[in-house]
């Protein structure tokens, strides 16, 4: 099993950044990838981005390419968000997530980080 702690969330005013990270531990050496989940009130998860541990291939939602980049820190066995030209839309709390298995879901999840984008 592998656990996932996030930390960076916060308030921004729109069009600011900020720079989500997770740290993984326990089982880190069967990473396949880690991602960013994120849930607004009343909305369904949804999916942000990813990253595959040993490539670094990433992945965005439509919604945040262009202004959020994913990148990772093998030896830290860390995760980062670095989220640019943040959108009042944007605000949400973020999970980070992780998979062993490529042909599986995300079954790691971490506990969530709240990010407010005011206008």
């Known amino acids: 099993q592998v656990q996932l702690v996030e930390s960076g969330g916060g308030l921004v005013q729109a069009g600011g950044s900020l720079r989500l990270s997770c740290a993984a531990s326990g089982r880190t050496l069967s990473l396949y990838s880690m991602g960013w989940f994120r849930q607004a009130p009343g909305k369904e998860r949804e999916f942000v981005a990813s990253?595959?541990?040993?490539?670094?291939?990433?992945n965005f939602a439509d919604s945040v390419k262009g202004r959020f980049t994913i990148s990772r820190d093998n030896a830290k066995n860390t995760m980062f968000l670095q989220m640019n030209s943040l959108k009042p839309d944007d605000t949400a709390v973020y999970y980070c997530?992780?998979?062993?298995?490529?042909?599986?879901?995300?079954?790691?999840w971490g506990q969530g980080t709240q990010v407010t984008v005011s206008s």
């Open positions: 997530a992780a998979k062993t298995d490529r042909w599986q879901f995300y079954d790691c």
């Open positions: 990253i595959t541990w040993i490539g670094g291939t990433t």
